[in-house]
């Protein structure tokens, strides 16, 4: 069974800067679309990035689109979240999960593996 671990979180200033990376363990993922999320207090989880099992497609949520960039290394098993221009309304646990489901997904529903989510927080 396949175990996803976040690392790369802390605490940045506004315009700053964080790269998150995702291990997988316990299985490859070679062979699957992956996606970040984060949840915020107060909100709904919401999508940020999603990646082709390939790494070839990508897929961001408007509030990503130009800041943010996911990439993968298949032969490491690892996903990577780099996120630029960071602000407040970033602030978040972020989670790394994989799909079963080929096609753009963006809703958490369609993802079966997750992380345990690693903390985000944008100061102003």
């Known amino acids: 069974q396949v175990q996803l671990v976040e690392s790369g979180g802390g605490l940045v200033q506004a315009g700053g800067s964080l790269r998150l990376s995702c291990a997988a363990s316990g299985g490859t993922i070679s062979n699957n679309a992956m996606g970040w999320f984060r949840h915020a207090p107060g909100k709904e989880r919401e999508f940020v990035a999603r990646?082709?099992?390939?790494?070839?497609?990508?897929y961001y949520a408007d509030s990503a689109k130009g800041r943010f960039t996911i990439s993968r290394d298949n032969v490491k098993n690892m996903v990577y979240l780099q996120m630029n221009s960071l602000a407040p309304e970033d602030t978040a646990v972020y989670y790394c999960a994989m799909t079963p489901y080929g096609g753009v997904r963006t809703t958490q529903y369609d993802y079966n593996y997750w992380g345990q989510g690693t903390q985000v927080t944008v100061s102003s």
């Open positions: 990646i082709s099992w390939s790494g070839g497609g990508t």
